[in-house]
């Protein structure tokens, strides 16, 4: 459900929706989600100070919390 | 349809409420409160037990739609000023999918079922914005604390569905009507608290909020006499402090 949701939504703001790609660590009792985009869209995933990265995370959250879980999402360049 | 209540727990009982009422956007007269466990002291902090609540919503809302809306004109008193006004009361605003209306439905959806919430969406174009509004029994997760969930989703939709250029309006995303119950809650409590400001003579801080909240408190003690308003803190810290006196006189005090 959480890479479900990071996907879609990191596949809505980028122009290379193809080269999205996630990678799930699945924890006890947390989850590490790696997002990787393309080198040009980077800033689209993370917006100007954080605040789509931020804005990505807490809607994450939000789903990881329905499972009782924590969730971490890192961008990776 | 599913009984709409949920369990939440907290220090103590009047802790609990306060979560379930700032979670669900709702006014303390919107729901009925049953203790499942009164709160346990425990020896030096240890083993102390948590107040459990269930809170049940009372009254019209099982109703979709035109009559919530009456309700929540009524329930507040004086009839708030609401966020995106004119005709919601008349016609409860037909669900075709027009170009600008589409393709944040479409995403609202998406999502939505990502999520596995059974809800429904509906959207309404106006003049100067889009209102894509959630009506759902599982909804309370979509809005998250303060709000904080529905605004993350929100802004994701807007940069999601702007981007291209094939939708222009401002996307509004609601649930269940939250933003407006959030605002008149939002305006009472700055009124109490200016009051509050007025009698001690002291500043008072509010908890961190939106731009947009904070806008909502800063206007609606504008013409408050006796206290004036600012915004303290950076980022997600940011927050509006309600001073006693005038701006031009006092000198702002640092918090």
Redesign the interface.
């Known amino acids: ?1 959480m890479k ?2 990071l996907e ?2 990191a596949k ?2 980028v122009d290379n929706p193809d080269d999205v790609q996630i990678e799930v660590i699945e924890g006890e009792r947390s989850v590490i989600l790696q997002l990787r985009v393309n080198p040009e869209d980077i800033g ?1 995933v993370i ?1 100007k ?1 954080g ?2 990265a ?3 995370r ?2 994450v959250k ?2 990881a ?2 499972q009782g879980k924590n969730a971490i999402v890192e961008i990776l360049d | 349809m599913k009984e709409r209540s949920w369990e939440y727990v907290g220090r103590t009982v009047e802790e609990a409420t306060q979560t379930a009422l700032e979670e669900l956007g709702l006014e303390p007269d919107d729901i009925h409160v049953e203790i499942l466990e009164e709160p346990q002291k425990g020896f030096l902090g240890l083993g102390g037990k948590e107040a459990r609540i269930r809170v049940d919503l009372i009254g019209e809302w099982e109703v979709q739609g035109k009559k919530k809306q009456v309700k929540d004109e009524t329930a507040t008193g004086e009839a708030p000023e609401a966020v995106y006004e004119d005709d919601e009361l008349e016609e409860p605003g037909p669900t075709t999918l027009k170009e600008s209306t589409g393709k944040p439905t479409r ?1 609202v959806k ?2 939505l079922e ?3 919430i059974d809800a429904m969406v509906e959207a309404k174009e106006r003049d100067d914005s889009v209102v894509v509004d959630v009506w759902g029994d599982d909804i309370a ?2 809005i ?1 604390k303060g709000g ?2 529905l ?3 929100q ?2 939709v807007n ?3 702007r ?1 291209t250029g094939e939708v222009t309006k401002k996307i509004i995303v609601d649930a269940e009507g939250y933003r407006k119950r959030r605002k008149a809650k939002l305006e009472k409590q700055a009124e109490q608290l200016a009051s509050k400001v007025t009698s001690q003579r002291k500043s008072i801080e509010m908890d961190p909020m939106s731009a947009s909240e904070r806008k909502i408190v800063h206007m609606a003690l504008r013409n408050t006499d006796g206290v004036w308003t600012e915004s303290t803190g950076d ?2 810290e940011r927050r509006v402090v309600i001073h006693p006196g005038n701006p031009d006189r006092d000198v702002p005090r640092e918090t």
């Open positions: 459900m479900e949701l879609y939504l809505a703001l689209k917006g100070q605040r789509i931020q804005a990505l807490t809607l939000a789903a919390t329905k | 995403m998406d999502i990502i999520l596995e997760i979509l998250g904080n969930t605004d993350a989703l802004y994701l940069v999601g569905c981007r980022g997600p």
